[in-house]
């Protein structure tokens, strides 16, 4: 049985998933003994222990100029030691374009069965991947678990499905009859889904492999060679997805430079020099506006970004404010408010919310609202793992800065004993009151556990202001909490003209951060916060041609 | 029965047609009698003349701040003398503004069956804007009905075809239930194709209405407001178009301006001040390569161009020399080489081309083909309205310049008595033989009647150069001629690399230069030839986004 035969169940599940958008997930989320084996997590975590201090060998690219690593665990503040294989630009190049060749002349059944082999390899490391996120970005088990792991290979495999299903939608070969009258005109034509070429994926510190594998699956299934750029700080949670790819293509005879790794330094960064080689025509970036921003005016190139944005919760009328105060203070306290879906900026009448109990003041939402994040925090079951690490130490610096912002704060930010890892750079969020005509304080995103409590004249200016942030400056998420009807449709429609979705009256175990892959669009592409969307039609399209030749049928 | 009933069948034909990819044509493309009736032609023509020298009257745009028209017809070199109203670039942007948020909220199936109403009713009009095309292009009268008339409805049918699918490619609304272990989360989600904005649509002026209805159509069926802004050259056939439109959304009691005319001059244009316009989110353009890559550098904007090409033909074996030097003759004198299809770079072996006969010289294939090119000319029944007249005076001050190029004039351009129009601008192809090596010749388009006959060390040279062109320049159409199947797949597949459709041995009634709606994807949008293709999905779904909104269901 061909890999593609073997996977094809799959394949048709996701395809159809992709168009129910009901809930589908083909790998589970749960890190349950029960599902993955009683042996599954020390396995994985003895892996990751073992691959500490050491070079990570078992890509295969061979004939590195030296071996490099510069990760760090966020929980420990040490190093981690691994290094990885180090190859200039141009021989990166060269291997993906020789690769070129071989991949896009792969049938595109033979790719797909590929590409799900691999995911199936990979689900057996998915507690190893784990431990490596956990220990890159700084997010808690649970998170690392389900983002790097299954959630990160289900977008993985909603990319195949998407690029599968796009590369069907027109025949490779049909006969054009013409009547002209006395006489037909006969052409056989045939239309080829021609790949565009080297492919960069340059990936973010904080989601490694979620993040990028949509990128490197959607070049992949269309033909395309993928050069991986992961972030300098957070190489191990994709090394090993680039790791079994490569495996599986060379199990079936294809050459593993189809996908590279393609490993740099802050000191030393590639990602401009191999996005700007002119034999480089499809680039992935996830990270900062202004990298993705040059990104996006390079020309010649089709570029899929993920930049910043500066999310928002409009909040009008509830039906139980302790309810709608602990989902929010769960959204900006998990993960350290690190998430490109975590909200930052809160618009509230100055007037109140909205109660059936009579209008809760603008102050005593705020009270409410501090008291959940706090209590969360200090839940010794609970905080240290929603919370985490802090990636990067700019983020706690930032959010130090943050308190000291023209207007009250309603809660400092200040650390926490994580049990297990006495030395984990920690940062609880800050909320800070700002008044809706200091624009200026608002206009960015500020990156990390930060909350701005902005006091709006009404819903209505409100609104405006959501729109306006996600118009000029992107926005990824929106919560908006309204019990009228009429105010829900204008938020809907207004932000819709933003591009950006909107999560109505969230409450219980669902949050404004989570978007599940098969359902949700990931970033609308839409609005300054990217250019691309997990994963509508265009993601994929535009990593090939349609190209048609026709000859006149022999008589 | 609503408009989307009424014309439902034809929809439902244009989709399958979009993915069979045999042959479809909704609107007949002879100007026969016995299908447009018996008056239809002289109506038609009396139309066009009596709407000479007036005010172009029938657009539902109140209140220009002038009439301008610059109209003249390369048949008597004398203008037009009709005058369309102006207006300035903010009050058109004003206008389409108010206009989008009617639109955006027409459903899918209203604007699709407004839409294809407005094609039923420019039928009544073919001959009317067949006289138009004829005396703004200087198109024959044959190409001037079919590529203005029927077959540009067939190509506006393709992208409202093209775009109503795309539309209904998700849900609009589905139950997310996940189950959680004890409980479900369950959430009602639903996605809205939200419209990107106004749309800008810059027409060319050789085709006038073939090169700009897909944008249009495209735009408008995806709720974006149009403003078109044709060639000052060639404004009364897209002016009938639009002005149908307007028709057919008046009396559906909608706001006219939801698609508007604006008409400039060659020394007061606007296509810039629009092009910019913040509100401008869409632009479609067809032109020269300056502007059309000046456009596809503004950030925020999603542009559409077909820019120009080099297009070659590559001559390797034929079964019949006689055949191929009389289809390539027809396709150089087909509306005087002003075809964006029509080829230039004509590659050839200086030993020759095999034939079944033993090889053909390059010399005497060069003297047949002239040969060729003079007989067609000189055939008074055909050589006028194969060739029709010459646009723009500048092309043929470049045909003349071209006979000057270092290399031997194979055949010189003349001039030849038009029957109807004695005053006619005209020009026959110039042929001049050019040494491979000397690039910086053919590196370029040289638009109009002129023909390169490039003389190659062997055909893999051919194959190398055409690729090489196609790449750096742009190429729409490429002829390649060849018995030997593994010379045809290497074309075939060197060519695809290079995004251009392979036209492969014709001969008879069919030629490289014609491209077939619902078949043939005019340009790949894969080279510097244009960015865009009619119509792949990514043509339509550029135009607006996928946004998603959900909240839990209500227990």
Not at 41 to 48: L, R
Not at 67 to 94: C, H, K, M, N
Request: aromatic fraction near 10%; glycine fraction near 6%.
């Amino acid at each position: 049985m061909s890999l593609f035969e073997k996977h094809k169940p799959l394949l048709e599940q996701a395809i159809d998933a992709l168009h129910a958008r009901t809930f589908y997930a083909a790998f589970p989320e749960a890190p349950a003994p029960a599902v993955y084996g009683e042996s599954a997590d020390s396995n994985g975590k003895e892996k990751f222990q073992n691959a500490l201090g050491k070079k990570f060998d078992e890509l295969l690219q061979p004939n590195p100029t030296g071996w490099i690593g510069r990760e760090e665990s966020p929980y420990t503040q040490d190093a981690l030691g691994i290094t990885y294989p180090v190859f200039t630009p141009d021989v990166l190049v060269e291997r993906a374009t020789a690769a070129f060749h071989v991949w896009r002349k792969v049938s595109v059944t033979d790719r797909t069965g590929i590409l799900l082999e691999s995911l199936a390899r990979i689900k057996e490391r998915f507690f190893e991947i784990a431990y490596a996120t956990m220990h890159t970005t700084g997010q808690g088990y649970m998170m690392a678990f389900q983002a790097s792991g299954p959630h990160a290979a289900d977008r993985a495999l909603e990319a195949i499905a998407a690029g599968y299903e796009e590369l069907q939608r027109y025949p490779s070969a049909a006969l054009w009859d013409k009547p002209m009258g006395k006489f037909n005109i006969q052409l056989n034509k045939e239309w080829r889904a021609v790949p565009k070429g080297i492919s960069v994926v340059i990936g973010c510190s904080t989601f490694p492999t979620w993040n990028s594998v949509t990128g490197i699956y959607g070049s992949l299934i269309t033909g395309n060679p993928v050069i991986v750029k992961p972030h300098p700080g957070a190489v191990l949670p994709i090394a090993i997805f680039v790791s079994e790819i490569q495996h599986v293509l060379k199990a079936n005879n294809l050459d593993p430079n189809i996908c590279q790794l393609a490993v740099d330094t802050i000191e030393q960064p590639i990602a401009k020099v191999l996005a700007e080689h002119p034999s480089v025509k499809l680039i992935d970036f996830t990270g900062n506006s202004v990298f993705g921003s040059y990104l996006e005016t390079l020309q010649g190139k089709t570029v899929f970004t993920e930049k910043t944005g500066v999310n928002s919760v409009i909040l009008d009328s509830v039906d139980d404010a302790d309810k709608v105060a602990a989902n929010l203070a769960f959204s900006v306290n998990l993960y350290s408010g690190q998430m490109c879906t975590a909200p930052q900026n809160f618009y509230i009448p100055a007037a109140g919310i909205k109660t059936p109990s009579g209008t809760l003041s603008f102050d005593d939402f705020a009270q409410k609202f501090a008291d959940n994040i706090s209590s969360l925090v200090d839940n010794p079951k609970a905080g240290p793992y929603v919370l985490g690490a802090v990636q990067n130490q700019k983020t706690s610096e930032r959010v130090l800065e943050a308190e000291k912002l023209p207007g009250k704060v309603w809660l400092k930010s200040r650390s926490f004993e994580n049990p297990m890892f006495k030395n984990a750079r920690v940062a609880t969020p800050v909320v800070v009151e700002v008044d809706a005509g200091k624009k200026d304080i608002f206009s960015k995103e500020l990156f990390g556990p930060i909350v701005l409590l902005i006091k709006t004249k009404d819903t209505n200016q409100s609104i405006a202001l959501a729109q306006e942030m996600a118009l000029r400056h992107g926005a990824i998420s929106c919560g908006a909490y309204t019990t009228d009807a009429v105010v829900r449709e204008k938020i809907a429609d207004e932000m819709s003209l933003a591009a950006t979705p909107v999560s109505f009256n969230l409450t219980g175990g669902i949050y404004m951060n989570q978007n599940a892959a098969f359902s949700d669009f990931h970033v609308t592409g839409g609005n300054p916060a990217g250019n691309a969307s997990f994963t509508n039609p265009d993601y994929v399209t535009k990593r090939f041609t349609w190209v048609g030749h026709r000859e006149p049928v022999k008589l």
